[in-house]
């Protein structure tokens, strides 16, 4: 069964502070997404990374993938409270159907 | 147009009640799904539409019943639900089955549904 945990699941911060979140997946995968939501919304696609040693970068927030590791990280750079939401990792099981399989979700609260 | 639209947004029904969600996207999208989103978890999978065509339906009682009658629309029919089927309910969307290629999955506003 696949199991993709991320840690941690609450992470208070404060403003301008950098930080990381982790999300290991236990089965091989190239296919690794990123996700924000905010309380009561749907789900906002921050980063897809496709390949092993993918790297992008979006304003304070960064995403990697080593898929040897089967780790993948959020970087939070200078926080601000805008920030402050639930981000989801969720790994393309794939083949011929698609599935996304998704982490916990780390709760980030960014206070000034 | 580059979103996926769902509607209602917010629905409430009796546990007698037949009701439907409706979830549209016009991207030329062949692949569409339905998660289920229990407050504070994260999303799970329901069904999977791959051209039109039920590929994956993740042991999902049978008072939800998926339906896809073209490649741009995508049912949920709800039929003697539990209050525990509330929840918030995504539709999602994709290039193709497999994973979207570099597009990633498209996911719609949700409908909030609460069960009475």
């Known amino acids: 069964e696949l199991k993709v945990e991320q840690n941690p699941l609450f992470l208070s911060m404060q403003e301008g502070k950098n930080y990381t979140i982790y999300c290991n997946y236990s089965?091989?995968?190239?296919?690794l997404y990123w996700y924000r939501q905010d309380p009561g919304k749907s789900l906002e696609s921050l980063f897809v990374?496709?390949?092993?040693?993918a790297v992008k970068q979006e304003g304070r927030l960064m995403a990697s993938l080593d898929t040897k590791a089967r780790l993948s990280t959020l970087h939070i750079t200078a926080a601000v409270h805008d920030l402050s939401a639930t981000y989801f990792c969720?790994?393309?099981?794939?083949?011929?159907?698609?599935?996304?399989?998704f982490g916990k979700g780390t709760k980030l609260s960014v206070k000034p | 147009d580059t979103e996926v639209t769902q509607t209602p947004k917010h629905l409430v029904m009796g546990m007698t009640n037949k009701k439907s969600l409706k979830c549209e996207q016009h991207?030329?999208?062949?692949?569409m799904y339905w998660y289920k989103q229990k407050a504070k978890k994260p999303p799970e999978l329901m069904f999977v539409?791959?051209?039109?065509?039920?590929?994956i339906n993740e042991s999902v009682p049978s008072r939800f019943s998926p339906e896809c009658p073209n490649s741009s629309l995508l049912n949920l029919h709800l039929h003697a639900l539990q209050p525990e089927d509330s929840a918030l309910y995504l539709c999602?969307?994709?290039?193709?089955?497999?994973?979207?290629?570099?597009?990633?999955?498209?996911f719609g506003s949700g409908t909030r549904l609460t069960v009475v």
């Open positions: 539409y791959s051209y039109e065509k039920l590929s």
């Open positions: 999602a969307s994709s290039q193709d089955p497999q994973g979207a290629q570099d597009y990633g999955y498209t």
């Open positions: 969720a790994v393309d099981v794939g083949g011929s159907q698609g599935n996304l399989i």
């Open positions: 990374l496709l390949s092993n040693g």
């Open positions: 991207m030329g999208h062949r692949a």
């Open positions: 089965t091989t995968s190239d296919r």
